[in-house]
């Protein structure tokens, strides 16, 4: 098992920053991806960013790219977004996921991640 709480949502204007924190515990050791999601209302849930827990390798959807920055810290098990450059498109609840093996199923799909967070509130007003 492992427990996922996401931290750091809130109000921001149109162009501001906010930066999202999870916090794991559980069978850390045995996560292999962890990944933001997020899920507009009307919306299915989407794929924002992901990384391997142990090479730190990064993954972006298209959308973000060169605009979030995500990150991990292995000692305090957290995975962090950074979010820049933000637009009232950006407006979601954010999800941090995990899995804890590799699959045929792509890190994009949210049926690739066991354990999820639940949820923390984004609103970008423009």
């Known amino acids: 098992q492992v427990q996922l709480v996401e931290s750091g949502g809130g109000l921001v204007q149109a162009g501001g920053s906010l930066s999202l924190s999870c916090a794991a515990s559980g069978r850390t050791g045995s996560m292999y991806v962890l990944g933001w999601f997020r899920q507009a209302p009307g919306k299915e849930r989407e794929f924002v960013a992901a990384?391997?827990?142990?090479?730190?390798?990064?993954f972006y959807a298209d959308s973000v790219k060169g605009r979030f920055t995500i990150s991990r810290n292995r000692a305090k098990n957290t995975v962090s977004l950074e979010m820049n450059s933000l637009m009232s498109e950006d407006t979601a609840v954010y999800y941090c996921?995990?899995?804890?093996?590799?699959?045929?199923?792509?890190?994009?799909?949210?049926?690739?991640?066991?354990?999820w967070g639940q949820g923390t509130q984004v609103t970008v007003s423009s």
């Open positions: 990384l391997t827990w142990s090479g730190g390798s990064t």
């Open positions: 996921a995990a899995r804890l093996r590799a699959s045929t199923t792509s890190y994009t799909r949210a049926v690739a991640y066991r354990y």
